[in-house]
């Protein structure tokens, strides 16, 4: 399987804009990269970025200020 490069581009600033992005069941992904910059006014924790499995919600959760592994702060 080749690398995919995604530019992902959000019409509006607000927090009902996301992506969903399906991988197939037979693509089992060993490691990833993620970068961001975040910089909000927002007092609460907000998340960025969530990924789950059909059999793991919320496997890795990032939030402004800490991050959850399979449920677990790290």
Do not use: H
């Amino acid at each position: 399987i080749e690398p995919l490069s995604y530019d992902v581009v959000f019409p509006s600033k607000d927090n009902c804009s996301y992506l969903d992005q399906n991988v197939p069941q037979s693509v089992e992904l060993r490691k990833f990269t993620l970068c961001f910059w975040m910089k909000t006014a927002d007092e609460g924790n907000g998340t960025p970025f969530s990924y789950a499995r059909s059999q793991v919600l919320n496997q890795l959760v990032i939030q402004k200020d800490r991050f959850f592994v399979n449920g677990y702060y790290k």
